[in-house]
């Protein structure tokens, strides 16, 4: 394969390629925060999925040192820009399986796109890497893209007295002398975008644990500063209600623990990534607009990190499901119904432009608020249109049935016709081509009393 030859997904050019499949990541990971200096091994486990010549992969801001394929030297390394080729000294058939075992090293730093600085960011004593959409490259070498899921193990040492947060269970934790290394393991399914790396001086605190369908109860966690323990514990004081209301709507829950972590600075935004939330200190209040996103964020462990869109044109699929999850907890809280919440988000859009397609908002606008609420009006439309039995029936089955793999609008739509074949009058496709591909807004989606 050539490396001019790479399919990729045109929201993001230049990340991401179908000539080989990623089945494991191991990351060892020496971190300086005091210089901000990364030393980094990363052991990729994979499979050509056609004859290989090259092996493509993205690396931004660092640079690789040492590369082996198989244990052997390649014929030639280059690197361009965001850009690692690695060429083995004989090509790779299709079908067969390869290591490639990388060192490199470097400052890591964000990298700048259409959606700001995303990646690898500096905090006031610490660092947070913002993955999504293309962070992952300014911290490990990767496939880049959401169809490329896979488990990880994540060595990071840092300094003694820093806490090391990462997805999955932390499974390894060893000091020697100033230094401290931890180790978790993610063994479900992750796209490179929703690996993430937290350090600061955090202390961990048990928020809960709750019922999960049959499977082993849920440990809900908080890893907090010190100085701010007192207004996390109120501001988080209903994640575990959370859970336990988005795992009876949508279908156990995905994985075996949650952590959501304060970060001691303020952030812009809140975040998620694979079995973690990150919250900035002012996020945390009792107030809706933080409630909000907490919800948001833990909703995105079923839509978003468990079922994760093959493309990034249904991102819709991520956002507008978490924004729904705000109004259903909501409505469950005692905060306002869905319909209310719905017909004031209706009524903001509608004074405004209407010139996006939500469902093909393309890459400059695919993180637009209105893909979020517009997103969440199509979900309640639907539910309108099928009653509540239907509706949430059809969520967890599509949540079944794409458990820990990629999805699209399309596989939503079929499983929309499956589950509600017995609706008179309903089309799905009607519903969704009104909603996602058509720039005018639909009527406000509203009912008394929502069928059960």
């Known amino acids: 394969m050539s490396p001019d030859n790479r399919t990729e997904d045109?929201?993001?050019?230049?990340?991401?390629?179908?000539?080989?499949?990623?089945?494991?990541?191991?990351?060892?990971?020496?971190?300086?925060l005091s210089?901000?200096?990364?030393?980094g091994r990363a052991r990729i486990l994979a499979a050509a999925a056609e004859d290989l010549d090259a092996v493509v992969l993205s690396l931004a801001g660092l640079k690789a040192s040492k590369v082996r394929v198989n244990g052997s030297k390649p014929a030639k390394v280059a690197q361009r820009g965001d850009t690692l080729v690695v060429r083995p000294g004989t090509p790779i058939p299709a079908g067969a399986d390869f290591e490639l075992d990388i060192r490199y090293e470097g400052s890591p730093s964000p990298s700048r796109g259409l959606w700001g600085d995303v990646g690898w960011e500096e905090l006031e004593d610490g660092v947070l890497v913002a993955g999504q959409p293309t962070g992952a490259p300014t911290w490990f070498p990767c496939n880049d893209h959401p169809q490329h899921k896979a488990t990880f193990r994540i060595a990071a040492t840092a300094d003694s007295g820093y806490r090391v947060i990462s997805n999955g269970l932390l499974v390894g934790q060893h000091r020697k002398s100033s230094r401290e290394t931890w180790v978790y393991e993610q063994h479900e399914p992750m796209a490179p975008y929703l690996a993430t790396l937290i350090i600061g001086r955090y202390r961990e605190l048990e928020l809960g644990r709750c019922a999960n369908e049959g499977a082993p109860m849920v440990t809900v966690r908080a890893a907090i500063p010190p100085m701010l323990h007192v207004e996390a514990q109120s501001g988080l004081a209903d994640q575990v209600r959370m859970v336990e209301l988005f795992t009876e709507l949508f279908g156990p829950y995905p994985f075996a623990e949650y952590t959501v972590v304060v970060t001691e600075d303020e952030l812009e935004i809140p975040l998620e990534a694979q079995t973690l939330s990150i919250m900035g200190r002012n996020h945390i209040t009792a107030d809706w607009d933080d409630q909000r996103l907490l919800a948001h964020e833990l909703a995105h462990q079923w839509f978003g990190n468990s079922v994760t869109a093959a493309r990034w044109q249904d991102i819709w699929l991520h956002e507008g499901f978490a924004c729904y999850a705000e109004w259903l907890w909501s409505e469950h809280?005692?905060?306002?119904?869905?319909?209310?919440?719905?017909?004031?988000?209706?009524?903001?859009l509608d004074s405004g432009p209407q010139d996006l397609e939500i469902g093909r908002p393309g890459p400059e606008l695919m993180f637009d608020d209105r893909v979020y609420k517009r997103g969440a009006l199509t979900l309640h439309a639907l539910r309108i249109a099928v009653g509540d039995a239907l509706?949430?029936?059809?969520?967890?089955?599509?949540?079944?049935?794409?458990?820990?793999?990629?999805?699209s609008t399309e596989d939503f739509l079929r499983v929309l016709d499956r589950v509600c074949a017995g609706v008179p009058g309903f089309k799905a496709h009607e519903v969704l081509e009104r909603w996602l591909y058509r720039q005018a807004l639909p009527g406000l989606p509203d009912s008394d009393v929502i069928r059960t």
């Open 35 to 39: 210089s901000n200096r990364l030393d």
């Open 333 to 348: 809280a005692g905060l306002g119904t869905a319909q209310e919440r719905a017909t004031a988000a209706w009524r903001r």
């Open 391 to 407: 509706f949430f029936r059809s969520l967890r089955t599509f949540g079944s049935e794409h458990r820990h793999a990629n999805a």
């Open 10 to 32: 045109p929201y993001t050019p230049g990340h991401g390629s179908k000539a080989y499949l990623v089945r494991r990541y191991e990351l060892d990971l020496d971190i300086r």
